[in-house]
């Protein structure tokens, strides 16, 4: 079994900075891409920003600059720097990983964490 721990959210006013972080545990064998979506109220789900195990890191136009995706391979973890908040980034943020949990096995599955919510007041 494997699970995605979410924490950092909050509430801040628009210009600070937030921090999340996530991180894989369980029956973990190679952890391929992680990534950060948010959903906002009435709107479908988006990718923020993704990380892959090389380092690779691609984010959204709206996120560019102000955002930063980094991860502790060692540790399971990755982590969402978000500076330069705005009101439109309110949303409850995912985390996302793609996970192998068996050497023997070439598949991999997609996780998701519970969610936490992040709230910039104007």
């Known amino acids: 079994q494997v699970q995605l721990v979410e924490s950092g959210g909050g509430l801040v006013q628009a210009g600070g900075s937030l921090r999340l972080s996530c991180a894989a545990s369980?029956?973990?064998?190679?952890?391929?891409?992680m990534d950060w979506y948010r959903q906002a109220p009435g709107k479908q789900r988006e990718l923020v920003a993704a990380?892959?195990?090389?380092?690779?890191?691609n984010y959204a136009d709206s996120v560019k600059g102000r955002f930063t995706i980094s991860r502790d391979v060692a540790k399971n973890t990755v982590y969402l720097q978000m500076n330069s908040l705005k009101p439109e980034d309110t949303a409850v943020y995912y985390c996302?990983?793609?996970?192998?949990?068996?050497?023997?096995?070439?598949?991999?599955?997609?996780?998701w964490g519970q969610g936490t919510q992040v709230t910039v007041s104007s």
């Open positions: 369980g029956s973990i064998f190679s952890v391929n891409t």
């Open positions: 990380i892959t195990s090389g380092g690779g890191t």
């Open positions: 996302h990983a793609v996970i192998g949990t068996d050497p023997r096995l070439p598949y991999k599955y997609s996780y």
